[in-house]
């Protein structure tokens, strides 16, 4: 009998074995799985994303047109293969709401779509197309795009499993995240600056920051074993770049061969053996409680000199000194605590003279108590009032003081059980570019960063492509977004996945211009109208006849929200929640102020990509609406409806109080607008006169029974639970 060496979770299913950690015999499940489920021959080595990106012209079709570039035409070939007709164009109205969602994850003024409406009618064209410009240079595109690559970095501010310690510089990787996409840096670069931006000569502190993307992930600190805790964060590292950025599921490889890729185990662990030659600095720092083994510095970045300052040095040196004294007289008085509970179970209360003892020991350890929270107070101040600039630092990696070594097989992924060592970098993936050799001394994290994002690679630029599609369709040329194996979807259009990955690469590995060429297109631009004959052939719009109707996504419904009732503060915080108000704690310790968290959250104005994530406490009203689980990759959230959601914008605290900032807003203006205004910034489109009669007669009633304001607050609160309100048409 043996248990799997793969700590999979619940999200990670071992594609052969099924194992999720439980105890198996490996040759008897490797011998009847065959019997039980139909499995291919062997891994595909020709599987159809592993083969080069082909250019393609754009196709031949019969309504010549309707395209308005050469994406259409690749659209409406198949449309017209598969005796589909494409439905009429968006409104105006429609159009500016769903760009505004789609590229920067706000609704539009009501000022903002008069201009658009009175420009459309002198030229669509170049009215749209100003807007997508307009749109793609605010500096708010970055907060939105920034966060579909953080649900694929499984980013986080604390470390979640067994020890939730806070992450207090995970911020400096979002805002580097968030700069990069408003720059339109290169994709590539991109990738590369996130693996060994450490690397990179003459490097910045954002190259740096950039190297965070490997240290972020959840780590089981509690772990005994250091051999096994360093496989499991390696393993952890291995999925996340290989899905996020090849769309493969490298990981599967860590106990056998993949059983339907053409990935060896000895792939895994030729990847492994150059992250295992790297030094991982994820913190918590050194102003923080470090108590565990397994705690590492973090990377200073900015003024080096800083660091040097004798002010700063003696500043640091309070802190760890009152940090040693916290820790000293908590764990003297949890020492006391469990001799009394001890004492109480033996019922040794009997005597006076005991009890008196006893009584004496708890106030001993009560005034301990108290005296740590007087230190760890001061503390805290310290750390929030640094001697002129606090010094910086970054979770990161860094090349490593001791000498590079090869990684072993683990037979079955248990770590005790060794092979032969593999070289780093020996894979052999079919249809991936040559690697490149990796000296002896040198990790191979340059070689790694560079295989990945080649241009002949055939699966980064497919993967991004796809992913943008995903965002602006809200389904993916290819569904499964995150597996690009043989157990994934195929494209529904081939040769337009491939038209637009090449497209890409020759464009500089430029986001901007690839999601531009999108939204100009004609097939983004379309209503999503009903229409009964194309619904009979292709119900699941993969052939895209139509817009999808799609549920806006968490941050920004939440946005949009506060952005309409004028709360919403658009401003960029500096730093983190984290950073500034649990600094230097343990999040998930008694003494932490974790019973504020959620208080502190929701006084929060900010974007919701700027809110701290906790990865053992998801805010509620965020996992309520499908959020990214940051402890996984997630390329596609869930789209779930389900009853709390309804009762959430009924009577969430929340929705109470930004419906009635939304109706105090909409009574500052004269009494002939409110009603249209009302619907305008919320639908971006005027109530329909029924409706506005209907709406009017509502709150007449409605006003006798409460006050004007009640009444408004009451209709905002609706306006805000609505289809038209939550959804993108």
Not at 59 to 82: C, G, I, M, N, Y
Not at 184 to 205: S, V, Y
Not at 399 to 419: I, N
């Amino acid at each position: 009998m043996r248990r799997c060496g793969a700590e999979l979770g619940a999200r990670r299913w071992c594609t052969l074995c099924w194992c999720n950690g439980e105890v198996f015999m490996h040759k008897t499940i490797l011998a009847l799985l065959p019997l039980l489920i139909a499995i291919p021959a062997g891994a595909q080595d020709d599987h159809w994303s592993l083969q080069p990106v082909r250019v393609y012209r754009p196709p031949q079709v019969v309504h010549t047109s309707w395209p308005r570039s050469d994406l259409d035409r690749f659209v409406l070939r198949r449309l017209e293969a598969k005796k589909l007709q494409p439905v009429a164009d968006a409104l105006p109205e429609t159009l500016i709401r769903r760009a505004y969602f789609n590229l920067v994850g706000l609704p539009p003024t009501p000022e903002q779509i008069e201009a658009f409406r009175h420009a459309s009618r002198q030229d669509a064209d170049a009215a749209f197309e100003n807007l997508v410009d307009r749109l793609l240079a605010s500096p708010q595109f970055g907060e939105k795009w920034a966060r579909h690559w953080l649900d694929l970095a499984r980013f986080a501010e604390s470390n979640g499993k067994d020890r939730d310690v806070v992450f207090p510089e995970a911020w400096r990787y979002r805002d580097y995240v968030i700069d990069a996409f408003n720059n339109d840096k290169p994709f590539d670069t991109f990738i590369r600056e996130q693996i060994a931006g450490d690397l990179i000569p003459d490097r910045d502190d954002d190259q740096l920051i950039a190297t965070g993307f490997l240290a972020l992930g959840a780590k089981a600190f509690q772990e005994v074993d250091n051999e096994k805790f360093t496989l499991d964060v390696v393993d952890e590292q291995i999925d996340v770049l290989t899905r996020s950025i090849l769309g493969l599921t490298v990981a599967c490889a860590r106990c056998h061969d993949h059983k339907y890729d053409p990935i060896a185990s000895e792939d895994y662990y030729a990847l492994a053996g150059i992250l295992i030659s790297s030094d991982l600095r994820y913190g918590p720092g050194p102003l923080y409680f470090a108590r565990h083994d397994k705690d590492t510095d973090l990377v200073p970045i900015g003024d080096r000199a800083r660091e040097l300052d004798p002010a700063v040095q003696q500043w640091r040196g309070e802190i760890l000194s009152l940090t040693e004294k916290v820790t000293g007289l908590r764990s003297a008085a949890y020492r006391i605590q469990r001799n009394i509970a001890g004492a109480l179970r033996e019922r040794e209360l009997e005597k006076a003279d005991e009890a008196d003892d006893l009584a004496a020991e708890e106030k001993k350890m009560l005034r301990m108590r108290a005296e740590a929270d007087a230190a760890n107070a001061k503390r805290l101040q310290m750390i929030r009032t640094p001697p002129n600039e606090r010094p910086g630092y970054a979770m990161a990696v860094l090349h490593s003081q001791m000498p590079p070594q090869d990684c072993a097989v683990r037979f079955g992924g248990v770590h005790t059980d060794r092979g032969r060592a593999v070289p780093r970098g020996s894979m052999k993936i079919p249809g991936m570019p040559e690697f490149g050799s990796v000296a002896h001394d040198d990790s191979g994290r340059r070689q790694l960063a560079s295989w990945l994002a080649a241009a002949d690679n055939p699966l980064t630029a497919r993967v991004i492509v796809n992913r943008v599609w995903h965002h602006l369709f809200g389904t993916g040329l290819v569904r499964t977004v995150d597996n690009f194996g043989v157990t994934g979807d195929p494209p529904s259009h081939p040769e337009l996945l491939d038209h637009l990955a090449s497209r890409f690469i020759a464009d500089g590995w430029s986001v901007k211009r690839l999601i531009r060429r999108v939204v100009l297109s004609r097939t983004w631009r379309m209503s999503s109208a009903h229409d009964a004959s194309n619904e009979a052939i292709d119900a699941d719009n993969r052939y895209l006849w139509r817009a999808n109707f799609r549920r806006l996504d968490v941050e920004a419904f939440r946005d949009s929200v506060l952005a309409v009732s004028g709360s919403l503060i658009t401003q960029p915080p500096r730093g983190s929640l984290f950073a500034d108000v649990y600094a230097g704690t343990d999040y998930g310790e008694p003494n932490d102020h974790r019973a504020n968290f959620d208080a502190d959250i929701a006084a929060d104005l900010h974007r919701t990509v700027y809110l701290p994530i906790a990865r053992n406490s998801v805010p509620d009203f965020l996992g309520l609406f499908d959020f990214a689980d940051p402890t996984v990759t997630t390329g596609a959230r869930n789209s779930r409806t389900i009853p709390a959601q309804a009762l959430f914008l009924m009577n969430g605290p929340f929705m109470e109080r930004q419906s009635r900032l939304a109706a105090e807003r909409i009574l500052k203006l004269p009494i002939s607008e409110r009603l249209q205004s009302a619907w305008i910034l919320t639908t971006a489109r005027q109530p329909s006169r029924q409706v506005a009669e209907e709406t009017e007669r509502w709150l007449r009633q409605r006003t006798q029974d409460s006050s004007e304001l009640q009444a408004w607050t009451d209709l905002m609160q609706i306006l805000f639970a609505s289809a038209a309100f939550r959804y993108i048409m």
